[in-house]
């Protein structure tokens, strides 16, 4: 219990400092933005400068890292609502596919008939869902391929999230999850574990499985409330 309290009282020094932070930060990168805009309008001629790109591309990194600051801060705070499930998969699919077909990398879907509804945050599992998605076609050298599959098993949904590309090192798994560990170049270290909060905010686990050189296959598993009626929105 005394480590549960802890963990819990660590949890909300972490969220109240990445709060303070992202506060403190966010206004002077929208400010430096808005003035390399104006150079870039008033001056033209700086843009072809040798580093002007670089500059206006780790202004847009950390716009971006602030954005996944407050995305992985709010991640456990869910608005609930009875969602179709099928329907609001294939949703978030769809939208995935036409950078997916751009890529040369297919998208094949198998989807259970008559899956429960479930009860979402639609916005946040959409979130989680295409940055898993994401992260597939990251780990793809086109032509690829990436499989969802989801089933009902024991009053659980599997929503299963498949890829053939380069996979992950055995070494990195432990920390896959853990918020700012990036093995990217360009990553910030908050996607996974963006996913990891809003799962686990909506009662369910994930886990992934993966062999270097031949993919990865991250699984998700939520509780199917019953009667769906019972879903309650939970307020920030």
Known sequence: MEDL????????????LLS??????RNPVALLKS???????????????????????NVEYLTDLLDELSNYNHADL?????????????????SARPALDYLDIA????LDEQLPPLCLDRLKMRQALL????????????PGLIYVEAFCRNDKLFLSIKDNGCGIPKEYLNTLFEPFVTHKSNGTGLGLAIVKQVIEAHQGTI???????????????LPIQSPASSCCTQEP
């Open 207 to 221: 886990h992934v499985e993966s062999i270097p050189g031949k993919g990865s296959c991250f699984t998700i598993i």
């Open 107 to 110: 998208l094949q879907v198998r």
């Open 78 to 94: 869910l608005r609930l609502e009875v969602a179709d499930t099928t329907q609001f998969l294939l949703s978030v699919l769809d």
């Open 35 to 57: 003035q390399i805009q104006l150079l870039s309008d008033t001056h033209p001629e700086l843009t072809a400068y040798d580093g002007w790109e670089n500059l206006e591309e």
């Open 20 to 25: 303070r932070i992202s506060h403190e930060i």
């Open 5 to 16: 309290s802890k963990k819990q009282s660590d949890n909300m020094q972490l969220h109240l």
């Open 131 to 142: 940055n898993l998605l994401r992260n597939a076609q990251e780990a793809i050298s086109p």
